[in-house]
């Protein structure tokens, strides 16, 4: 069930009257039932690993915490582990690492017959089980106490707002909001709704209405010139944004309207002025996980330069590796990896430039990367790349789409101007707020697409 | 805000459908500024001797101001590419109840086969067209309900973009220049082999209508205009049968106009289905050396 559709509006409207009318047990156990029957609209067969995940969790979370030996408890913190990238594993990345190893022993010279193995991708797996997991490793390092509820953890780890596209809200800070009775406040139902309509405003005004006019450039690389190329590569950087940030305000603001705070999960960005703060503002929620379960375990930036820059570019490997099983997704990772490098590299050196210059670099630097990130293969990312810079027919089929691209781009300077007077910290009244939703929605009205486009992150 | 939330809510939903109406009522307001044909129809600037109507091959083959030069009459082709005859069949009635009933009404049975998806798209048509708003309603209920409540929606398709953009540029009959190619045609060879050639019930039940209508008073001819010889090929037995059924129905009220099998030389064609600049002036040749067109002229 998309967000971006007429049951999912219905199946809303339906849970929050319910969500407010029951108190205590009941509640909890009505919010778990829904989010299992939201998530089996995307396929019911795949609920058995949320339930696997969430009884594995909840089992080695309890012995983790009852246990005195730390032998003992390290055994169970890595069946945990082992467990959730198990998963992943079989689910997400069998084929990749199949393929991987065929090419690894064509190069040795050995003949064997190729056989892949046809696999659905869960929706979410990749969100739910990195929530999972952090629980067994927070109770491991003594950051929280065990849930022994198990109905509560089993919505903890399915809670349908944020299940399948994030963010990745941390046992830390869902678990307490879950215990505790949620009263139904207006301030909450107008803030809530306001994040709301703004993310279906990204959704299907920006992202979607980019995506008619991006997609093709990818399937049919020669049916265009280079200038198109340019464009739809600048582009995509909104879409993807708008995509995401779309997602996660929609997942925010119905956790709000329900009484809990999930946190941001995209903080403006694009008005980043470094590669760093650039992942300070992006995905807030997976790299904060990154950061605090891989990198900081790693040795962070405690034993020297080079042992801090190979731990970065572990993180952001991985990184891209979360993304998908795929070498454009890893090289993604690593390129920015690198960036990462020669951004803590030239923070020594004292330069003066103004800041829109830093964030337009930045902006330019993350838009060539997403041409990996989007790109299905190397072939696609060499063409690509080539056309940008072959001024050969620079402008042939320029006008492909002109109506898409004339309303993209109006969309795109709403998306640029809200986050530039948000990153100014201008306040607005209220009732300003009030005729910008409104805005908003006419916006979604006239301009949105309404054909139950994926977001993107579905398949991560 | 929070102080009142109930009457904050009752002035947000006010706002929110009182602009819309305000807006939505704007965005009709400009389409007549636009020159495109169904726009100028409900704009009362379309009237006409001789209307065509069909999906995009007769909206490709056939140009309005060629027909009207050679024929001396006022043609206007309201043919919509991807447009079901169920449809044009409104289109038809609309015209009717506006300008009266034409001279003569060219229908391209291809029409006859094509579905109901693209209806959607054109529904800034429920501001104009009651006889729209029913087929909608019947067809795509949820978007019948949607456009009412929230009447900007019912401004949002490339359609109405399409009006709008016609605002600024003079509407001109786009045509094909391409060619066929040979990877072209090989891809429709080996495309899967479903039979395109089966008219559907609403279309074939809505041609039944628009005869019972309007014959005697318009002279209806049914009309089928070229497709590539590849296609004829392939669909042989199922274009044979089509035809067949529509002969044993139609023929002997009706002048039928076959050209499916005209044209032979890739050169006319732009894709299977459609011809380019240089096949639809040859169209033009075979139709002028037409014992009933010769009667017109």
């Known amino acids: 069930m998309l967000f971006n559709s007429i049951n999912f509006l219905v199946f809303l409207i339906l849970f929050l009257f319910t969500y407010f009318l029951l108190k205590g047990r009941v509640r909890v156990f009505f919010c778990l039932i829904s989010s299992y029957i939201f998530y089996s609209f995307f396929n019911y067969k795949f609920l058995i690993l949320i339930i696997l995940s969430t009884i594995t969790d909840y089992l080695a979370g309890l012995k983790i915490s009852s246990e005195k030996n730390n032998l003992k408890r390290k055994s169970f913190l890595f069946i945990s582990i082992f467990l959730n990238l198990l998963i992943l594993g079989v689910f997400k990345y069998f084929n990749f690492f199949l393929d991987s190893f065929y090419n690894l022993i064509s190069i040795l010279n050995i003949e064997v017959k190729k056989i892949y193995v046809e696999i659905l991708l869960p929706v979410g797996i990749s969100f739910f089980t990195f929530q999972s997991m952090s629980y067994s490793i927070d109770i491991y390092n003594r950051k929280i106490k065990v849930e022994k509820d198990l109905l509560r953890f089993a919505t903890f780890v399915s809670f349908f707002p944020q299940l399948v596209a994030g963010p990745i809200v941390r046992a830390k800070k869902l678990l307490p909001q879950l215990a505790v009775f949620q009263v139904f406040k207006w301030s909450n139902l107008f803030l809530g709704s306001e994040l709301i309509i703004y993310g279906f405003f990204l959704k299907l005004c920006v992202a979607d209405r980019l995506g008619v006019i991006i997609d093709p450039t990818y399937s049919n690389l020669m049916d265009y010139g280079g200038s198109v190329h340019l464009i739809t590569s600048i582009l995509f950087s909104f879409q993807i944004y708008s995509d995401f940030a779309g997602y996660s305000l929609i997942a925010i603001g119905i956790g709000r309207v329900m009484g809990f705070n999930f946190g941001i999960n995209f903080k403006r960005p694009y008005m980043a002025s470094s590669i760093q703060d650039f992942w300070r503002r992006w995905h807030i929620s997976l790299s904060s996980w990154l950061k605090d379960y891989l990198y900081i375990p790693l040795g962070g930036n405690r034993f020297g330069v080079s042992k801090k820059y190979k731990n970065i570019l572990i993180v952001m490997f991985l990184g891209g590796l979360w993304h998908g099983a795929s070498v454009t997704f890893l090289l993604w990772g690593i390129c920015h990896g690198v960036l990462l490098i020669i951004g803590e590299t030239l923070k020594k050196i004292k330069y003066n430039v103004p800041n829109f210059f830093k964030q337009l670099t930045v902006f330019i630097l993350v838009s060539i990367l997403w041409i990996f990130f989007r790109s299905e293969n190397l072939e696609i990312i060499k063409l690509k790349f080539l056309k940008i810079v072959s001024f050969e027919n620079y402008f042939y089929n320029f006008s492909y789409d002109l109506f898409n691209l004339v309303i993209g781009f109006i969309m795109v300077c709403i998306v640029i101007i809200e986050d530039f007077i948000k990153e100014k910290k201008i306040k607005f009244s209220k009732s300003f707020r009030i005729f910008l939703s409104i805005f908003y929605l006419w916006l979604i009205s006239f301009f949105g697409i309404f054909n139950g486009t994926n977001f993107i992150y579905f398949k991560f | ?297």
């Open chain 2, 1 to 297: 805000m929070f102080k009142n939330p109930k009457r904050t809510i009752i002035i947000f939903c006010l706002l929110f459908l009182i602009g819309d109406r305000i807006l939505s009522h704007a965005g009709v307001y400009i389409t007549k500024f636009s020159s495109l044909p169904i726009a100028q129809l409900y704009n009362k600037n379309l009237d006409s001797d001789i209307l065509i109507i069909g999906n995009s091959r007769a909206y490709r083959h056939f140009y309005e101001d060629d027909w009207s030069s050679f024929l001396n009459l006022k043609v206007s082709n309201l043919s919509l590419p991807g447009a079901p005859l169920i449809h044009l069949e409104v289109i038809l009635d609309d015209y009717v109840s506006i300008y009266g009933k034409p001279e003569y009404i060219f229908i391209e049975l291809d029409s006859l086969i094509t579905n109901l998806d693209i209806l959607p798209s054109f529904k800034f048509l429920m501001f104009f067209s009651d006889n729209y708003s029913l087929l909608i309603k019947k067809y795509f209920r949820k978007i019948y309900h949607i456009s009412n409540l929230i009447n900007l929606y019912k401004l949002n398709s490339t359609q109405y973009l399409n009006v709008i953009h016609k605002i600024f540029e003079n509407y001109e009959q786009p045509k094909l220049y391409s060619q066929v190619s040979k990877n072209q045609l090989e891809n429709f060879k080996n495309s899967s082999n479903t039979n395109r050639f089966k008219s559907k019930d609403y279309n074939f039940e809505s041609l039944e209508r628009i005869i019972k209508k309007y014959n005697g008073k318009s002279e209806i001819i049914l009309l089928i205009s070229p497709f590539h010889p590849e296609v004829i090929n392939k669909y042989h037995k199922e274009i044979d049968e089509w035809k067949k059924n529509l002969n044993s129905i139609f023929k002997n009220e009706f002048r039928m106009l076959d050209f499916s099998d005209s044209i032979t030389d890739d050169k006319f064609f732009n894709d299977p289905f459609h011809l380019n600049n240089l096949g639809v002036k040859k169209l033009k040749e075979i139709l002028l050396s037409d014992r009933f067109f010769e009667k017109i002229l």
